[in-house]
């Protein structure tokens, strides 16, 4: 499960390459900051699934590592 605090989402694209999407707390939102291309945005709401559309549209990341 995400931390309350701090956590991230990476997803791996069809090269292998890892991207990160960061998600910090930040008064009753969060805010998520990609690591590949300086995405950011605040997400009141699912926070780790507006990252993980991020990882989807913006760098076809679709590969859980975690999986
Ligand atoms: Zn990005």
Do not use: N, Y
Not at 1 to 28: A, C, F, L, N, Y
Not at 46 to 67: I, R, S
């Amino acid at each position: 499960m995400p931390s309350t605090t701090t956590s991230k989402v990476s997803r791996w694209d069809q090269h292998g390459r890892e991207h990160v999407v960061h998600v910090q707390k930040s008064g009753i939102q969060r805010m998520l900051t990609c690591d590949t291309c300086g995405w950011r945005k605040g997400a009141q709401f699912l926070p780790w699934l507006k990252a993980e559309e991020h990882l989807v549209e913006a760098h076809q990341a679709t590969v859980d590592p975690g999986v």
